[in-house]
């Protein structure tokens, strides 16, 4: 599986900034990798990035959708309206449940959306400092992991990608450790192939939280991580370039060995 780096640009850069990002970024790491990147601007700099992206270069992802597909939604955006433009959306952010309380139910209504109208949906999943403290961290996984592909097939929970984000790592600039995200990702994998596929590793699971360019190898070493989903670093160009190419280099070893 190649891997995957996705930069997650939240609430940041208006057009003219993003689509300055997007060059430099063009710029500096070379096309054609076989390491996946996906940009994740906000909505309105979709179009603007789209324009100005270079064949072999990068993906798009949005940053959310609409559970319709149109409708009386004053202020949304809904999937449909992003077939063409995007891959990919992020669904479920951790900032998303907790500012706009979005909940499961809804997260996966939204994942429906997503697939419906062929986008790939990034599930974010991750418990909080609290839920850490208190032993709940499998639980809460296990829990939003389950409902988030509720209403989906088999066959179509193989276009999904998940991605852990401890709560308590975002925005710190420092990521959880190697030991502390292993076995939260063998706990996503044991739910998802409990689900639905058997034994086959065939979703790809991305951590992401305070993800760094010196934390990019420790990561990416941890078994069953197959990329990295990058909040603040992804709006430094150095920083997020840095990232994929140490994420280029783990994939060359890894096909070398
Ligand atoms: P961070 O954000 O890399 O700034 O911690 C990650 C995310 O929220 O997706």
């Not at 054609?32 to 992206?53: M, S, T």
């Not at 190697?178 to 739910?191: F, G, L, S």
């Not at 699971?205 to 993800?211: D, H, P, Q, R």
């Amino acid at each position: 599986m190649n891997i995957l780096i996705v930069g997650n640009w939240k609430m940041h850069l208006a057009p003219a900034e993003a689509v300055k990002l997007v060059k430099k970024l063009q710029e500096r790491i070379p096309p054609n990798r076989d390491v996946g990147v996906v940009l994740c601007p906000p909505f309105i700099d979709l179009v603007p990035v789209q324009e100005v992206l270079e064949r072999g270069h990068f993906k798009l992802g949005a940053q959310n959708c609409h559970v319709m597909d149109e409708g009386a939604s004053t202020g949304e955006i809904s999937a449909s309206m992003l077939r063409g433009i995007a891959d990919y959306v992020i669904i479920g952010h951790s900032e998303r449940r907790h500012e706009f309380y979005e909940d499961d139910k809804l997260i996966a209504k939204k994942m429906a959306a997503a697939v419906r109208n062929g986008l790939k949906p990034i599930l974010c999943v991750g418990e909080t400092l609290d839920e850490r403290h208190d032993g709940l961290s499998t639980k809460v996984v296990t829990a939003q992991v389950t409902a988030g592909l509720m209403m989906l097939t088999a066959e179509e929970v193989e276009t999904v990608v998940i991605a852990y984000e401890p709560v308590w790592a975002i925005g710190s600039g420092a990521s959880a450790t190697p030991d502390q995200i292993k076995p939260m990702i063998a706990v996503i994998k044991a739910t998802v192939h409990e689900l639905y596929l058997g034994d086959e590793p065939v979703v790809p699971i991305l951590y992401g939280a305070g993800v760094e360019p010196e934390f990019v190898s420790a990561i990416l070493s941890v078994p069953y991580v197959s990329g990295l989903l990058v909040g603040g670093a992804s709006l430094h160009y150095e920083k997020f370039a840095q990232i994929v190419i140490g994420a280029q280099d783990m994939q060359r070893a890894s096909k070398l060995t």
